[in-house]
Each structure stands twice: as C-alpha cells, then as structure tokens.
C-alpha cells in the first residue's frame, strides 16, 4: 500500500500542490498565479513580436512591456534585456559570446577565470571552449562554506591579467552561499576584464540590482521566481559586445534569433515584477523557515551536519548525513511523499558526488550522504513538520543501506 | 510487499516490473548504473547500461507508474564481476559474468541495500519459477524452456531465494513481448541481449587482451608438438575450433580443438574432438539453492546457460561435489558452472574444477 497510496496521492498533488511536501525549489518553483493567467491568456492571442502589422504590433507591445518589467526587477534598462529559452542558454551565450568577442579584439585574451563551484551551466561552455576553442581556464577555490577565495583570484587577475572573463555565480545552487562579487568586479575592472555571473538562484531571493552591481552579463531564469520553464534572460550592457551563439532572424540586437516567445515573457514579467515587490517579504519568511527547518533536522538527527555560509541563499537548507547515502536518502523521503534533492548533477544518469561539495573540501563519501532542501515563496510550517516527522527514520534507514554497501 | 524491481531497460524486466504491480506489491523501479563510463546509444544486441537503456528503464517505469530511480553500482561490478572475469582468464579458467553479476550484485548488493532501506524482495525479468511455500520457496526452470534462465540464478541461497520475485517464468518469451505492447511499453521490439555486457564489441579476445596484455607462448598438439603461436593462452576456451591460427594440418586432416589450457606455462594444448569428451565433472564453490541432497543422486546436469541438460548421477562430498554424466560431454571448461537439477528444480552450483 505504502508506495500505491503515494501514488495516488502524487497524482492528486498535481491537483493541489499541498499534497505533496515539495522541498525542492531551487530545482523549479511552482508558477505564480498572476504570471500563470498572464501566460494562459496570451496563449490565446495571435503575433509575432517581429512581424509589422497590427497582430505583430500587439504582440511586440506585450513583449516589450514585459521587458521594462523585467529591466525594473533587476535594476537595468530595457535595451540591456535580452531575452532566451532558458539559464543555461543565456550562460552558453554570456560565456561564449563574451568569449569569441574579446578574442577578436586580442588574441591574447584567452584565459577564464571562473569557480571551482559554478553551474553546470556555467563550466561545461567554459570546458567545451577549452577543449575546442583554444581556451585557457583558471578555477579558483572556495572555503569550506563554499565562499570563493577571493584574493586568489585578484591574485590571478594580477599575476597576468590578459584575461578573456571572469564568470563568478551570485549564490550557490547547491548550499546557497553568496558569493563576494563586489570584489570580483572591483579587481577585474581595474583591469578592463568583463564579468559575468550566474544569478539564476539569487534573483527574486536577496536584492540585486544590476546596475549597482556594475555587472557586465547578468543570467536569470523564469522558472525559479514564479514564471515559466523555457524562459530566461542574460541581461548585458550595451558597451559589452557579445558574438551571437545562435543566428537567425536577428531578434535581440542581433545577439540572440529566433522568434519570441511572448506567453511566457509576458509571464516571466508578471513573475519578475511580484519576486521583486515581494522580495523582503518572501525573503524573510524563507529565512525563518529555514532556520526552523535546520534547527529542528538538528534536533532529529544530531550528527548531522548543516552545510553553507551565513551569508547564503534565504530557501537552502543542506546537509550532511555522515554515514547514509544521498540517493537513499532522497528514495525514502520521496516514498513518503518529501521531494528533495542531492543537488547534484546526474552526468549520464549516474549520480555523481557533488563537485560542489567536492570542492568545499568534503569527502567523496560525505558528499554522497548530503541532500538539500530547498524552499520558496509557496512553502509553509506544514513542510517542515512533515520532513521533521520522518527525516529520522529515512536517516536511520539510509545508514542501514550505507554499511550494507561497500563504498 | 515492497519490492525493488531492477529494471534494465528491456522488455522482460519492464513486464516483470508491471507484473509485480499488478499482483499487488508496491514496487520500485531501480536501474543498476553498471559502468562509469555508460556509451549514449546501444549498438545492436550488445552492450548494456548505456544512457538509451536507462532512459528506455525510466519510460517503462513512467507507463507501469512506479517511482524510479537509478543505483550507481559500477564499482560493485567493477570489483566483484569485471575483475573476477579477468582474473579468472588469467588462471586459465572461463568464467561465467553473468552467474557472478546475479550472484555479487542483484541478489547481492542490491537485496541487501534494499532490505536495509525497507524492502522484502526484489524482482526480476528473469525467466525462472518459484514454487513451494513462501518461507521455502524452490528454484525451477521456466516454462520456456528455450529461454529458460534457471542457470544463471542456480549461484542463490534460499534466503536471497526467499526474496525474490520471477513473474515472467510460466509465460513463453513471445507472449511477454506481446503483453509489453498491450500495456504500452514502448520496449516491447526492442532486441534481447546477448554476450558480456561489458564488453560491447564482442570481441572477447581482444578486449581480454587490451587487459592482460600479449604474451606469446606455444600451441602444441597432445604429444607437446609444437603447432604454432599464440598470442596469450588466455584468449582461448577449451573447445574453441576456430581462430587457432594453425597453418600445418593435422595427419589426418580433421579440425583441431582446443584441449587444454595451462596458464603456468602459458601453452595451448589442441586435439581431435574425441580428446574433449569428458564424463566425470569435479566441482568446488557449492551454492546450494535449497536442502543439499546426501548419498548418491539422479538428476540432470547442465553446463551453459542456454546448454543441455543431461542426465547424470551426482554426489555431494564435503565442500565439492562429483558429477558422472551418463553420455559423454564434449568441450568444458574449467571455471564453468555445473549446475544440478531435480527434475526441472535447480538444486545448486558448483564451479568446475577438473574434468575427467
């Protein structure tokens, strides 16, 4: 029964998102109901953004009201917005296109520096530029709470400063630490380097405005605030020339074709516009819940290690359950109807050990025993409760499994 | 009960999966991560665990509606199956993966990690039956015989026996296919699997070579007369005829056949196929898959998992066991499993040690 009753009520949650104990919001966030009826109403409507006639002409207007919502949100103008089909897009394009741009300008500049943490998103355009483009790449540590070791990369920056980017996230996907980009940006400018970062997880979570932060590229995702899937935006200067990564009908300056998606901008504003009018309010409540949540996982399962920073992500909670083994873990939270994540990427269906994790200094057997709980605007005491009632059996049962196995 | 059906992306353990939901477990999807390095697509009938298996795993368990999740048990098998098998070469011996897989790994590492975690059994696309009491349960050959896989389960206990679950033993293979499509499982066509999963190209030899490196050493006939050159004794199995690369014929034209293999001296003994005919088998490494039976016995003896069965008589002796077949069997290797019958109950394995 135990696993037939779930699934009956798994199917209802898709019903009614209060069945389920959804602990997983940095994974995807459940769509706000304003941005839900903004994207349900435009699906009806017929244009495209670039066509000249009226239809196109309406549909263009949704779309740019969407951008000045966008650009507002995030502390930008509208002409800084360009618009993708996801985070990873707009990091390939950020990281390429900043990449191939300044090569042009001088060959020399073929270094990147970036993070020993950063996103899959974020490395594998770096690595892949590596192994075919000729690139150079300098992965700069972080402390055991996932901060980056900043002066290490003024260090780099100094020691030879033709540098093609520097791409360093806002805050960490997996524990949430915020990172010292003030800093980053301070030392790469005074050296005329562009920087990128990743703020996928940070936007519509702390406060962040891209012109105070004197950002170069900036990357944010729909579907982590409250918007749709299938959308982001890398937001850029106008001073920063990118080489387009995909080329078409030259929608977005030239930087980024192909035709617009209006549902889901007209959404992904709506969704901007209500995570940055929200932003304390959500924030603090997240912050609470966490720490009611870390708190009471604690007083379950004393041993267990809460992972981060201080300064971190308001939603994430993680931890380390010396001795039990994440995808256990994660299978019997997810029989009781507790989703959650290991937060790590699953490279060819296999789960790996975090290379986060990893690079934080924990072991390869610490990092398999880790998990993340991730909060969001939706998330309420009700969550706790459930994951504190059965997180110290699922613990208990977790280790059983981890000595029965060899690794 | 709570079962872990291990899924690995074809048809029977999908089917098996579904069966078990039905008859009213509430069931698991795992797919077992066998190698570090999975390959994208799989080529043919070969190879398994490449990212196209999991994926098809995943889609089966979407349509049955089981949660499904994949295990990474690549340095379990790295360790007890694809070291085992080299080393196993290396001494000379044929070992059979498969027996070693379902004997280290699903009826191993698998059970155990789930009875930590909760479950009773697991399921599997085997075609095998079990008959008996629930707190007894016996091994028995399926009821297609030709796809009957008794063989390669003959290595459990009765306690990892009492955990299991074959739902697919008293069908034929070509009605499962057909049931795969009624329930809409999109891996109902797809190609069943042959030869060692982990090796993909199906060149044993070759593979086994890469690992063990070349090391050349003498083909002799039975009186040690040198025939030709080999390129490491262990790329051959006793019974093996072609490949030999014997360019002088034999006296009296007829083909030769690997005889024996001796791993000390790395030399290749070949011969007529009368030379290969044995009658007596010693086995060592008992895995009794219920009650051992004392004194004398009738039954059936079967070396190969698709071979054979043949009558025989056999009797347990301490750690080993002796098998006198009643008609002559032609080509055994040492390192095979013999695997004993009742009938068509599967009474236990041994591995062959020497043959007479």
């Not at chain 2, 477990?25 to 190879?47: E, F």
């Not at chain 2, 027996?99 to 085997?126: P, Q, S, W, Y």
């Not at chain 2, 459990?156 to 499982?185: V, Y």
Request: glycine letters at 10%; proline letters at 4%.
């Amino acid at each position: 029964m135990w696993c037939r009753k779930l699934r009956q009520e798994s199917w209802r949650a898709n019903l009614d998102v209060a069945m389920s104990t959804y602990l997983d919001h940095a994974a995807t966030t459940p769509m706000s109901d304003a941005a839900r009826r903004a994207m349900i109403d435009e699906l009806g409507n017929l244009g495209n953004p670039s066509s000249l006639h009226a239809s196109g002409r309406r549909s263009r207007k949704v779309v740019e009201e969407a951008r000045e919502a966008i650009a507002t949100a995030v502390g930008a103008t509208p002409g800084e917005i360009v618009l993708t089909g996801s985070g990873t897009e707009a990091n390939n394009l950020a990281i390429k296109g900043l990449y191939w741009k300044r090569i042009q300008e001088e060959p020399k500049n073929k270094r990147i520096i970036s993070s020993s943490i950063e996103h899959h998103a974020v490395m594998d355009p770096i690595q892949w530029l590596v192994d075919h483009e000729g690139a150079e790449v300098t992965w700069i540590s972080v402390n055991d709470r996932a901060r980056l070791n900043v002066e290490e990369l003024v260090a780099e920056i100094e020691r030879d400063p033709q540098v093609a980017l520097v791409s360093i996230m806002f805050a960490n996907n997996e524990v949430g630490t915020l990172q010292p980009l003030d800093r980053v940006i301070e030392v790469a400018h005074k050296y005329g380097i562009p920087v990128h970062t990743d703020a996928v997880q940070a936007f519509g979570k702390v406060p962040l405005s891209f012109k105070e932060l004197d950002v170069d590229a900036m990357t944010i995702s729909g579907h982590k605030i409250g918007g749709p899937l299938g959308i982001g935006a890398l937001i850029v200067k106008k001073s920063v020339n990118l080489t387009p990564v995909l080329h078409g009908g030259g929608q977005e300056r030239d930087i980024r074709s192909g035709t617009l998606d209006t549902p889901a901008i007209r959404a992904l504003g709506v969704a901007a516009t209500e995570a940055a009018e929200q932003l304390s309010e959500r924030a603090l409540r997240m912050v609470e819940l966490r720490r009611e949540l870390t708190a009471r996982v604690l007083a379950e399962v004393p041993d267990a290690r809460a992972n981060g920073d201080e300064l971190a992500l308001p939603g994430i909670a993680h931890f380390t359950f010396a001795g039990a083994e994440g995808d256990a873990l994660l299978l019997l939270l997810d029989a009781q109807g507790i989703e959650s994540s290991t937060g790590s990427a699953c490279s060819a269906g296999v789960p790996r050990p975090s290379h986060v994790l990893l690079a934080m200094g924990m072991s390869e057997v610490d990092a398999r025993a880790s998990l993340r709980f991730s909060l969001g605007f939706s998330s309420t005491s009700q969550d706790v409760d459930a994951l504190v009632s059965v997180i110290g059996g699922v613990v208990e049962r977790a280790r059983k499994a981890g000595q029965v196995s060899k690794r | 009960m709570r079962v872990i059906a291990a899924m690995s992306g074809g048809v029977d353990s999908a089917v098996a999966a579904a069966r078990a939901v039905e008859a009213g477990h509430d069931v698991v999807g795992v797919h077992l991560a066998l190698s570090a390095n999975p390959q994208a697509y799989r080529s043919g009938a070969r190879g398994c665990c490449t990212i196209e298996d999991s994926r098809d795993a995943r889609r089966a368990a979407d349509v049955i509606g089981i949660p499904f999740y994949i295990w990474d048990m690549a340095e379990e098998f790295r360790a007890d199956v694809v070291e085992n098998f080299i080393s196993e070469y290396a001494a000379g011996n044929t070992p059979n993966p498969c027996l070693r897989c379902n004997e280290k790994i699903k009826f191993e590492a698998v059970l155990n990690r789930g009875i930590a975690m909760g479950f009773d059994a697991v399921v599997t696309g085997h075609y095998a039956q079990l008959r008996g009491s629930a707190e007894a349960p016996t091994l028995h050959r399926a009821v297609d015989h030709g796809k009957d896989q008794s063989y390669v389960l003959a290595v459990l206990t009765p306690e990892q026996i009492r955990h299991s679950l074959f739902p697919l033993g008293d069908t034929p293979k070509e009605e499962i296919r057909k049931e795969a499509e009624r329930r809409g499982l999109s891996v109902a066509n797809k190609p069943d699997s042959h030869d060692i999963c982990f090796i993909p190209s199906g060149d044993n030899a070759g593979w086994l070579r890469d690992r063990l490196g070349v090391s050349e050493g003498p083909i002799v006939d039975e009186e040690g007369n040198r025939l030709g050159t080999h390129q490491g004794a262990f790329t051959y199995t006793i019974g093996q005829r072609k490949g030999l690369g014997i360019s002088q014929p034999s006296d009296d034209g007829r083909a030769r056949y690997v005889l024996k293999i001796e791993p000390v001296s790395n030399t290749v003994v070949v011969g007529a196929h009368e030379a290969l005919a044995i009658s007596t088998i010693l086995g060592e490494k008992l895995r009794m898959c219920g009650p051992t039976p004392v004194g004398i016995n009738r039954g059936f003896a079967q070396v190969r998992a698709h071979g054979a069965a043949i009558p025989c008589t056999y009797q347990f002796v301490g750690d080993g066991v002796t098998v006198t077949l009643d008609e002559p069997l032609h080509g055994l290797a040492t390192g095979q499993a013999v695997v004993l019958y009742e009938d068509d109950r599967v009474v236990g394995s041994a591995t062959v040690t020497a043959t007479i």
